[in-house]
Protein backbone atom coordinates (compact mmCIF):
# COMPACT_ATOMS: atom_id res chain seq x y z
CA UNK A 1 0.00 0.00 0.00
CA UNK A 2 1.07 3.70 -0.67
CA UNK A 3 1.22 5.96 1.77
CA UNK A 4 0.41 9.75 0.57
CA UNK A 5 2.54 12.47 2.45
CA UNK A 6 -0.33 14.86 1.28
CA UNK A 7 -3.37 13.25 2.44
CA UNK A 8 -5.04 11.91 5.50
CA UNK A 9 -8.56 10.23 5.97
CA UNK A 10 -10.28 10.49 9.57
CA UNK A 11 -12.86 8.42 10.60
CA UNK A 12 -14.26 12.21 12.67
CA UNK A 13 -13.39 15.42 12.21
CA UNK A 14 -14.47 18.63 13.34
CA UNK A 15 -15.02 21.17 10.67
CA UNK A 16 -16.64 24.64 11.13
CA UNK A 17 -19.84 22.88 10.82
CA UNK A 18 -18.85 20.40 14.08
CA UNK A 19 -18.43 16.97 13.64
CA UNK A 20 -18.39 15.17 10.32
CA UNK A 21 -17.57 11.50 9.57
CA UNK A 22 -15.03 10.06 6.70
CA UNK A 23 -13.46 12.98 6.11
CA UNK A 24 -10.44 13.21 3.34
CA UNK A 25 -8.11 16.28 4.16
CA UNK A 26 -5.19 17.16 1.34
CA UNK A 27 -2.91 19.95 1.26
CA UNK A 28 0.31 21.25 -1.00
CA UNK A 29 3.89 21.45 -0.84
CA UNK A 30 3.35 24.69 1.31
CA UNK A 31 1.41 22.95 3.93
CA UNK A 32 -1.69 24.50 3.29
CA UNK A 33 -5.26 22.74 2.98
CA UNK A 34 -6.29 21.39 -0.87
CA UNK A 35 -9.09 19.34 -0.01
CA UNK A 36 -11.60 19.43 3.03
CA UNK A 37 -14.39 16.10 2.13
CA UNK A 38 -16.51 15.11 4.41
CA UNK A 39 -18.49 12.00 4.18
CA UNK A 40 -16.55 10.48 1.21
CA UNK A 41 -14.50 7.30 0.82
CA UNK A 42 -11.29 6.67 1.37
CA UNK A 43 -8.82 6.82 -1.68
CA UNK A 44 -6.90 3.37 -1.68
CA UNK A 45 -3.85 3.23 0.16
CA UNK A 46 -4.49 6.38 1.72
CA UNK A 47 -2.81 7.35 5.58
CA UNK A 48 -5.82 6.82 8.50
CA UNK A 49 -5.56 9.15 11.16
CA UNK A 50 -5.64 7.56 14.18
CA UNK A 51 -8.73 9.08 16.05
CA UNK A 52 -10.94 11.75 15.98
CA UNK A 53 -9.33 15.09 14.54
CA UNK A 54 -9.69 18.40 15.65
CA UNK A 55 -8.63 21.60 14.52
CA UNK A 56 -5.01 22.30 16.19
CA UNK A 57 -5.51 25.86 18.87
CA UNK A 58 -4.06 28.82 18.49
CA UNK A 59 -1.71 30.51 21.05
CA UNK A 60 -2.36 34.16 21.21
CA UNK A 61 0.17 35.37 23.94
CA UNK A 62 3.30 33.87 24.83
CA UNK A 63 6.87 35.36 26.74
CA UNK A 64 8.34 32.39 25.56
CA UNK A 65 11.14 33.24 28.42
CA UNK A 66 8.49 33.16 31.07
CA UNK A 67 8.37 29.29 31.03
CA UNK A 68 12.06 28.85 32.61
CA UNK A 69 10.26 30.20 35.63
CA UNK A 70 7.18 28.55 35.78
CA UNK A 71 6.56 26.91 39.49
CA UNK A 72 9.38 29.57 40.84
CA UNK A 73 8.11 32.34 42.53
CA UNK A 74 4.57 30.33 44.39
CA UNK A 75 6.22 31.50 47.77
CA UNK A 76 5.33 34.68 49.56
CA UNK A 77 7.76 37.21 49.31
CA UNK A 78 6.04 39.83 50.93
CA UNK A 79 3.14 40.46 53.44
CA UNK A 80 0.50 40.92 50.32
CA UNK A 81 1.89 39.33 47.68
CA UNK A 82 0.57 40.40 44.10
CA UNK A 83 1.09 40.70 40.00
CA UNK A 84 3.73 43.69 40.79
CA UNK A 85 5.67 41.59 43.81
CA UNK A 86 5.49 39.17 41.12
CA UNK A 87 6.56 41.44 38.73
CA UNK A 88 9.55 42.20 40.40
CA UNK A 89 10.89 38.90 40.19
CA UNK A 90 10.19 38.22 36.23
CA UNK A 91 12.12 40.98 35.75
CA UNK A 92 15.38 39.63 37.85
CA UNK A 93 14.93 36.71 35.68
CA UNK A 94 14.75 38.82 32.02
CA UNK A 95 17.80 40.26 33.30
CA UNK A 96 19.60 37.02 32.89
CA UNK A 97 18.55 35.71 29.43
CA UNK A 98 21.15 35.45 27.35
CA UNK A 99 20.60 34.10 23.71
CA UNK A 100 21.40 30.89 23.46
CA UNK A 101 19.22 30.30 26.77
CA UNK A 102 16.69 31.84 25.31
CA UNK A 103 16.75 30.03 22.26
CA UNK A 104 16.58 26.73 24.44
CA UNK A 105 13.88 27.84 26.47
CA UNK A 106 11.32 28.85 22.98
CA UNK A 107 12.39 25.65 21.43
CA UNK A 108 11.05 23.54 24.28
CA UNK A 109 8.22 25.69 25.34
CA UNK A 110 7.09 25.32 21.50
CA UNK A 111 7.79 21.74 21.65
CA UNK A 112 5.29 21.45 24.61
CA UNK A 113 2.63 23.58 23.04
CA UNK A 114 2.73 21.34 20.04
CA UNK A 115 2.26 18.66 22.15
CA UNK A 116 -0.76 19.95 23.52
CA UNK A 117 -2.32 21.02 20.53
CA UNK A 118 -1.34 24.36 20.03
CA UNK A 119 0.18 24.24 16.31
CA UNK A 120 0.21 28.93 16.39
CA UNK A 121 2.12 30.88 18.69
CA UNK A 122 1.80 34.70 18.84
CA UNK A 123 4.73 35.64 20.55
CA UNK A 124 4.93 38.92 22.61
CA UNK A 125 8.71 39.76 22.81
CA UNK A 126 10.00 42.79 24.72
CA UNK A 127 13.73 41.31 25.95
CA UNK A 128 15.41 43.14 22.70
CA UNK A 129 18.72 44.37 24.47
CA UNK A 130 21.96 43.41 26.21
CA UNK A 131 21.39 43.20 29.83
CA UNK A 132 23.27 47.10 30.37
CA UNK A 133 20.31 48.12 27.62
CA UNK A 134 22.89 48.21 24.81
CA UNK A 135 21.88 47.18 21.55
CA UNK A 136 23.07 43.61 20.12
CA UNK A 137 25.68 43.57 17.25
CA UNK A 138 23.13 42.05 15.57
CA UNK A 139 20.46 44.47 16.45
CA UNK A 140 17.39 41.72 16.59
CA UNK A 141 19.22 38.81 17.70
CA UNK A 142 17.11 38.21 20.58
CA UNK A 143 13.71 37.86 18.33
CA UNK A 144 15.44 35.73 15.71
CA UNK A 145 16.70 33.32 18.15
CA UNK A 146 12.58 33.16 19.41
CA UNK A 147 11.51 32.88 15.13
CA UNK A 148 14.20 30.08 14.59
CA UNK A 149 13.43 28.44 17.53
CA UNK A 150 9.60 28.21 16.42
CA UNK A 151 10.93 27.04 13.04
CA UNK A 152 12.66 24.55 14.16
CA UNK A 153 10.07 23.02 16.31
CA UNK A 154 7.34 23.35 13.57
CA UNK A 155 5.26 25.34 15.25
CA UNK A 156 3.73 28.71 13.23
CA UNK A 157 4.23 32.10 14.47
CA UNK A 158 3.20 35.55 14.26
CA UNK A 159 6.45 37.70 15.92
CA UNK A 160 5.22 40.56 17.48
CA UNK A 161 7.91 43.03 18.61
CA UNK A 162 6.81 44.89 21.65
CA UNK A 163 7.32 48.96 21.89
CA UNK A 164 8.27 49.45 25.44
CA UNK A 165 8.89 53.02 26.02
CA UNK A 166 7.82 54.34 29.55
CA UNK A 167 7.41 53.36 33.16
CA UNK A 168 3.91 54.55 33.40
CA UNK A 169 0.87 56.76 32.36
CA UNK A 170 2.23 60.23 31.72
CA UNK A 171 5.41 59.19 29.89
CA UNK A 172 7.16 58.31 32.96
CA UNK A 173 10.69 57.65 32.31
CA UNK A 174 11.72 53.64 32.14
CA UNK A 175 13.11 51.90 35.41
CA UNK A 176 16.49 51.01 34.77
CA UNK A 177 15.49 47.43 35.05
CA UNK A 178 13.67 47.64 32.00
CA UNK A 179 16.26 48.83 29.93
CA UNK A 180 16.50 45.59 28.02
CA UNK A 181 13.23 46.33 26.86
CA UNK A 182 13.09 49.80 25.85
CA UNK A 183 12.82 50.96 22.18
CA UNK A 184 11.20 54.05 20.47
CA UNK A 185 8.89 53.70 18.10
CA UNK A 186 11.37 54.58 15.26
CA UNK A 187 14.03 51.97 16.55
CA UNK A 188 11.33 49.31 17.12
CA UNK A 189 10.02 49.44 13.59
CA UNK A 190 13.59 48.98 12.56
CA UNK A 191 14.21 46.14 14.80
CA UNK A 192 11.03 45.01 12.61
CA UNK A 193 11.92 45.45 9.40
CA UNK A 194 15.39 43.77 9.49
CA UNK A 195 13.94 40.42 11.37
CA UNK A 196 11.76 40.84 8.34
CA UNK A 197 14.27 40.89 5.44
CA UNK A 198 16.09 38.43 7.22
CA UNK A 199 13.52 35.96 8.70
CA UNK A 200 10.92 36.77 5.74
CA UNK A 201 6.92 35.94 6.41
CA UNK A 202 5.79 32.56 5.13
CA UNK A 203 2.41 30.54 5.61
CA UNK A 204 4.50 29.93 8.56
CA UNK A 205 5.75 33.41 10.10
CA UNK A 206 3.70 36.51 10.45
CA UNK A 207 4.86 39.74 12.07
CA UNK A 208 2.77 42.23 13.33
CA UNK A 209 3.99 44.48 16.52
CA UNK A 210 2.93 44.74 20.10
CA UNK A 211 2.88 48.01 22.10
CA UNK A 212 3.17 46.61 25.60
CA UNK A 213 0.63 48.50 27.51
CA UNK A 214 -0.74 52.04 28.00
CA UNK A 215 1.18 52.10 30.65
CA UNK A 216 4.30 51.51 28.74
CA UNK A 217 3.50 53.65 25.53
CA UNK A 218 2.13 57.54 24.78
CA UNK A 219 -1.00 58.07 22.36
CA UNK A 220 1.76 60.22 20.39
CA UNK A 221 3.85 57.20 20.43
CA UNK A 222 1.39 54.58 19.65
CA UNK A 223 0.08 56.42 16.41
CA UNK A 224 3.76 56.84 15.32
CA UNK A 225 3.94 53.03 15.47
CA UNK A 226 0.94 52.50 13.83
CA UNK A 227 1.51 54.44 10.43
CA UNK A 228 5.09 53.51 10.40
CA UNK A 229 3.62 49.33 10.76
CA UNK A 230 1.22 50.25 8.23
CA UNK A 231 3.61 51.27 5.79
CA UNK A 232 5.26 47.72 6.39
CA UNK A 233 2.08 45.66 6.29
CA UNK A 234 -1.25 47.04 6.14
CA UNK A 235 -3.14 44.45 7.87
CA UNK A 236 -0.58 43.16 10.25
CA UNK A 237 -1.87 42.28 13.68
CA UNK A 238 -1.38 44.53 16.63
CA UNK A 239 -1.81 43.27 19.85
CA UNK A 240 -1.47 45.28 23.56
CA UNK A 241 -1.80 44.37 26.86
CA UNK A 242 -5.01 46.31 28.09
CA UNK A 243 -6.60 45.94 31.49
CA UNK A 244 -5.43 43.27 33.65
CA UNK A 245 -4.93 44.52 37.01
CA UNK A 246 -7.49 47.41 38.95
CA UNK A 247 -4.44 49.59 39.70
CA UNK A 248 -3.63 49.93 35.94
CA UNK A 249 -7.38 50.73 35.62
CA UNK A 250 -6.95 53.43 38.19
CA UNK A 251 -4.13 54.97 36.97
CA UNK A 252 -5.35 55.35 33.43
CA UNK A 253 -8.43 57.09 35.15
CA UNK A 254 -6.47 59.41 36.78
CA UNK A 255 -4.15 60.62 34.12
CA UNK A 256 -6.13 59.70 31.33
CA UNK A 257 -9.53 60.85 32.37
CA UNK A 258 -10.96 56.96 31.19
CA UNK A 259 -10.58 53.84 31.44
CA UNK A 260 -7.89 51.46 28.99
CA UNK A 261 -10.36 49.96 27.08
CA UNK A 262 -12.93 53.08 26.53
CA UNK A 263 -9.68 55.04 26.38
CA UNK A 264 -8.42 53.03 23.42
CA UNK A 265 -11.67 52.60 21.37
CA UNK A 266 -11.71 56.29 21.94
CA UNK A 267 -9.00 57.50 19.98
CA UNK A 268 -8.06 54.59 17.92
CA UNK A 269 -9.83 52.42 15.13
CA UNK A 270 -9.58 49.31 16.81
CA UNK A 271 -11.10 46.38 14.69
CA UNK A 272 -10.29 42.68 14.06
CA UNK A 273 -6.25 43.72 13.66
CA UNK A 274 -6.50 44.00 17.61
CA UNK A 275 -5.94 41.78 20.00
CA UNK A 276 -6.52 42.83 23.79
CA UNK A 277 -5.07 41.06 25.96
CA UNK A 278 -5.93 40.66 29.06
CA UNK A 279 -9.53 43.07 28.86
CA UNK A 280 -9.79 41.88 32.50
CA UNK A 281 -11.75 44.77 34.04
CA UNK A 282 -14.32 46.72 31.91
CA UNK A 283 -17.36 47.59 32.70
CA UNK A 284 -20.94 46.94 31.05
CA UNK A 285 -20.16 49.59 27.98
CA UNK A 286 -17.01 48.89 27.77
CA UNK A 287 -17.93 45.14 27.64
CA UNK A 288 -20.34 46.04 24.76
CA UNK A 289 -18.29 48.58 22.99
CA UNK A 290 -15.03 46.20 22.74
CA UNK A 291 -17.66 42.92 21.26
CA UNK A 292 -18.83 45.20 18.59
CA UNK A 293 -15.42 46.49 17.62
CA UNK A 294 -14.75 42.85 16.15
CA UNK A 295 -11.20 43.35 17.91
CA UNK A 296 -10.22 40.17 19.92
CA UNK A 297 -10.26 39.95 24.28
CA UNK A 298 -6.79 37.94 24.46
CA UNK A 299 -7.72 35.46 27.59
CA UNK A 300 -4.95 33.99 29.26
CA UNK A 301 -6.61 32.32 32.46
CA UNK A 302 -4.16 29.91 34.02
CA UNK A 303 -1.59 33.01 34.60
CA UNK A 304 -4.64 35.49 34.74
CA UNK A 305 -5.46 33.34 37.52
CA UNK A 306 -2.12 32.69 38.69
CA UNK A 307 -1.49 36.70 39.14
CA UNK A 308 -4.29 37.30 40.73
CA UNK A 309 -5.89 39.19 37.99
CA UNK A 310 -9.30 38.91 38.15
CA UNK A 311 -12.57 37.82 36.37
CA UNK A 312 -13.71 38.99 32.77
CA UNK A 313 -16.79 39.47 32.05
CA UNK A 314 -17.00 36.66 30.08
CA UNK A 315 -20.71 36.00 29.59
CA UNK A 316 -21.95 39.06 28.92
CA UNK A 317 -19.35 39.44 26.26
CA UNK A 318 -19.95 35.99 24.58
CA UNK A 319 -23.90 36.94 24.22
CA UNK A 320 -22.82 40.69 22.55
CA UNK A 321 -20.64 38.14 20.44
CA UNK A 322 -17.15 39.58 21.33
CA UNK A 323 -14.07 37.87 19.90
CA UNK A 324 -11.70 35.79 22.44
CA UNK A 325 -9.33 34.12 22.24
CA UNK A 326 -6.50 32.02 24.68
CA UNK A 327 -2.84 32.90 25.30
CA UNK A 328 -0.81 30.88 27.84
CA UNK A 329 1.61 33.93 28.61
CA UNK A 330 3.56 33.11 31.73
CA UNK A 331 3.08 29.39 30.53
CA UNK A 332 2.18 28.55 34.12
CA UNK A 333 0.02 25.90 32.21
CA UNK A 334 0.83 25.28 28.38
CA UNK A 335 -2.24 23.48 27.99
CA UNK A 336 -5.82 24.89 25.58
CA UNK A 337 -8.03 22.32 27.47
CA UNK A 338 -6.66 24.20 31.28
CA UNK A 339 -7.39 27.70 29.98
CA UNK A 340 -11.06 26.34 28.49
CA UNK A 341 -12.11 24.65 32.05
CA UNK A 342 -10.71 27.81 33.74
CA UNK A 343 -12.71 30.36 31.25
CA UNK A 344 -15.93 28.48 32.59
CA UNK A 345 -14.68 27.69 36.06
CA UNK A 346 -14.42 30.85 36.69
CA UNK A 347 -17.69 31.62 36.12
CA UNK A 348 -19.34 28.89 38.04
CA UNK A 349 -17.12 29.90 41.08
CA UNK A 350 -18.16 33.26 41.04
CA UNK A 351 -22.02 33.19 39.83
CA UNK A 352 -22.46 29.56 41.75
CA UNK A 353 -24.10 28.50 38.23
CA UNK A 354 -23.53 25.74 36.11
CA UNK A 355 -22.61 25.48 31.84
CA UNK A 356 -22.63 29.45 32.28
CA UNK A 357 -20.79 30.06 28.74
CA UNK A 358 -23.23 27.59 26.84
CA UNK A 359 -26.26 29.37 24.94
CA UNK A 360 -29.17 28.60 23.47
CA UNK A 361 -27.90 27.69 20.21
CA UNK A 362 -24.67 26.39 21.72
CA UNK A 363 -25.63 23.99 24.89
CA UNK A 364 -22.57 22.79 24.78
CA UNK A 365 -19.49 24.55 26.93
CA UNK A 366 -16.63 23.12 25.53
CA UNK A 367 -17.88 22.97 22.14
CA UNK A 368 -18.74 26.59 21.73
CA UNK A 369 -15.21 27.75 23.55
CA UNK A 370 -13.08 25.63 21.61
CA UNK A 371 -15.33 27.04 18.36
CA UNK A 372 -14.67 30.58 19.57
CA UNK A 373 -11.43 30.30 20.48
CA UNK A 374 -10.60 29.16 17.20
CA UNK A 375 -11.72 31.76 15.44
CA UNK A 376 -11.16 34.64 17.46
CA UNK A 377 -7.46 32.72 18.06
CA UNK A 378 -6.61 32.56 14.16
CA UNK A 379 -7.44 35.92 14.01
CA UNK A 380 -4.91 37.36 16.13
CA UNK A 381 -2.34 35.17 14.65
CA UNK A 382 -3.34 37.28 11.14
CA UNK A 383 -2.37 34.10 9.42
CA UNK A 384 -4.76 31.37 7.57
CA UNK A 385 -5.22 29.05 10.16
CA UNK A 386 -8.06 27.86 13.21
CA UNK A 387 -10.01 25.82 11.06
CA UNK A 388 -10.22 22.70 8.74
CA UNK A 389 -10.95 24.15 5.66
CA UNK A 390 -9.29 24.64 1.95
CA UNK A 391 -7.21 27.62 2.10
CA UNK A 392 -5.85 27.03 5.90
CA UNK A 393 -2.86 25.76 6.71
CA UNK A 394 -3.20 21.87 7.31
CA UNK A 395 -2.74 22.25 11.71
CA UNK A 396 -4.76 19.76 13.03
CA UNK A 397 -4.51 17.46 16.37
CA UNK A 398 -5.56 13.85 16.69
CA UNK A 399 -7.32 12.78 19.52
CA UNK A 400 -6.84 9.21 20.93
CA UNK A 401 -10.32 7.33 20.48
CA UNK A 402 -9.51 4.73 23.28
CA UNK A 403 -8.32 7.56 26.07
CA UNK A 404 -11.10 7.31 29.55
CA UNK A 405 -11.83 11.24 28.74
CA UNK A 406 -13.79 10.26 25.95
CA UNK A 407 -14.01 5.90 25.66
CA UNK A 408 -17.21 4.92 24.40
CA UNK A 409 -18.98 8.60 24.53
CA UNK A 410 -20.84 10.31 21.77
CA UNK A 411 -18.93 12.65 19.59
CA UNK A 412 -20.93 15.39 20.90
CA UNK A 413 -19.79 14.49 24.05
CA UNK A 414 -15.98 14.09 23.22
CA UNK A 415 -15.03 17.86 23.72
CA UNK A 416 -17.11 18.48 27.09
CA UNK A 417 -14.74 14.87 27.66
CA UNK A 418 -11.13 16.56 26.49
CA UNK A 419 -11.80 19.70 28.12
CA UNK A 420 -13.64 19.11 31.81
CA UNK A 421 -11.99 15.79 32.19
CA UNK A 422 -8.44 14.56 33.66
CA UNK A 423 -7.47 11.35 33.48
CA UNK A 424 -3.79 10.33 33.19
CA UNK A 425 -2.17 11.06 29.75
CA UNK A 426 -3.11 14.10 27.44
CA UNK A 427 -5.96 12.40 24.58
CA UNK A 428 -3.68 14.41 22.25
CA UNK A 429 -1.93 11.76 19.96
CA UNK A 430 -0.51 13.49 17.37
CA UNK A 431 0.05 16.69 15.94
CA UNK A 432 0.37 18.34 12.54
CA UNK A 433 1.67 21.67 11.53
CA UNK A 434 1.82 23.04 8.53
CA UNK A 435 1.02 19.49 7.14
CA UNK A 436 4.04 18.13 9.03
CA UNK A 437 3.48 14.89 11.61
CA UNK A 438 5.35 16.83 14.70
CA UNK A 439 4.07 14.84 17.61
CA UNK A 440 3.39 11.00 16.72
CA UNK A 441 2.04 9.12 19.96
CA UNK A 442 2.57 12.06 22.23
CA UNK A 443 6.21 12.56 21.25
CA UNK A 444 7.78 15.54 19.57
CA UNK A 445 10.32 14.30 17.19
CA UNK A 446 13.24 16.29 18.71
CA UNK A 447 12.03 16.28 22.11
CA UNK A 448 14.51 14.46 23.68
CA UNK A 449 17.51 16.62 22.46
CA UNK A 450 15.20 19.62 23.24
CA UNK A 451 14.55 19.00 26.53
CA UNK A 452 18.29 18.56 27.52
CA UNK A 453 19.20 22.36 25.98
CA UNK A 454 16.16 23.48 27.87
CA UNK A 455 17.76 21.83 30.81
CA UNK A 456 21.46 22.80 30.68
CA UNK A 457 20.05 26.37 30.26
CA UNK A 458 18.00 26.26 33.17
CA UNK A 459 20.76 25.04 35.33
CA UNK A 460 22.52 28.49 33.94
CA UNK A 461 20.39 30.29 34.87
CA UNK A 462 19.18 29.18 38.05
CA UNK A 463 23.39 28.97 39.12
CA UNK A 464 23.98 31.95 41.84
C1 LIG B 1 4.62 40.97 30.87
N1 LIG B 1 2.79 39.86 31.99
O1 LIG B 1 4.88 41.88 30.08
O2 LIG B 1 5.28 39.94 30.91
C2 LIG B 1 3.44 41.13 31.78
C3 LIG B 1 3.86 41.69 33.09
C4 LIG B 1 3.58 44.18 32.93
C5 LIG B 1 1.48 39.82 32.19
N2 LIG B 1 0.81 40.91 32.06
C6 LIG B 1 4.50 43.03 33.02
N3 LIG B 1 0.86 38.73 32.52
O3 LIG B 1 2.42 44.03 32.56
O4 LIG B 1 4.01 45.29 33.25
ZN1 LIG C 1 1.60 39.26 28.47
Redesign the pocket.
Known sequence: MTQHAQSLFADHAFLPDGWRRNVLLEWDAAGTLTTVKADTSAPDGVARAAGPVLPGMPNL???AFQRAMAGLTEYRANATDTFWSWRELMYRFAARISPEGLAAIAQWLYIEMLKAGYTSVCE?HYVHHMADGERYANAPELMQRVVDAAQRSGIGMTMLPVLYQYSGFGSQAPRDDQRRFINTPDSLLELLRTVRDVRPESAALRYGVAPHSLRAVSEASLRTLLSGLDAISADAPIHI?IA?QTAEVDACLKTEGARPVQWLLDRFDVDARWCL??ATHVDEAETAALATSGAVAGL?LT?EANLGDGVFPAQAYLDAKGRIGI?S??HIGVDWRSELRLLEYGQRLTRRQRNVLASADATHVADRLFAASLDGGARATGRAVGALQAGRQADWMVLDAAHPAIAEHAPDAWLSGVVFCEHGDTPVLDVYAGGDKLVENRRHRDEEPAYARYRAALAELLKN
Open positions: HSHFHEVHCTGDS
